[in-house]
């Protein structure tokens, strides 16, 4: 296990809406959203009903939210989540300094590269609070040649890690990454 894997472990959907606890149905749109765990610094997945949404049923420390469809027993994993969900937790993520959120930003930024949202455009190494830090730099796709890189801190990851945390992100948005 990495050094994230016993302190960063995320559940699996439930498949029942977790306000009435009633099954969510393959097929139906759901609404599934990230909530921080009071506990420690884990980010919690959550599942809604469409009507209980509506209602506005809301779970405490909401971090980010978005529509999905539960998926049939019989069907492979799939692209759940749009690359819109995954540039929100990006971009959500950008002043959160905890160890733990600043490797699951980076890992967001290498999936946003592979899926070629984000180009790396360079490195390097600022001081905070008297300690260097590597951030890589990246611009979004589409953005001016005059806009700013956005910077990435680097937690200088192994590809252990990188690995258990990508997991652990398909695991929370259903998708295959």
Known sequence: MTRFGANYQVARPTGR???TDEPLVPGNACMATL????EDESLIR??????AWEDGVRPEGLF????SVIPEATDKKGALVDDDVLRDLFERLATDDRPQRVAFRFVLGLILMRKRWFKFVGRIEAGVDGVSQE?????PK???PEDPPLEVINPRLS????M???????EILQSEL
């Open 135 to 139: 951030r890589w730099l990246m611009k």
């Open 64 to 67: 980010s939210f978005w529509k």
């Open 159 to 162: 590809d252990e890690d990188v």
């Open 35 to 38: 909530c921080e765990n009071p």
């Open 17 to 19: 809406c977790a306000a």
């Open 46 to 51: 959550r599942d809604y009903s469409i009507s």
């Open 142 to 144: 589409g953005a001016e």
């Open 164 to 170: 258990e945390l990508t997991e652990q992100l398909s």
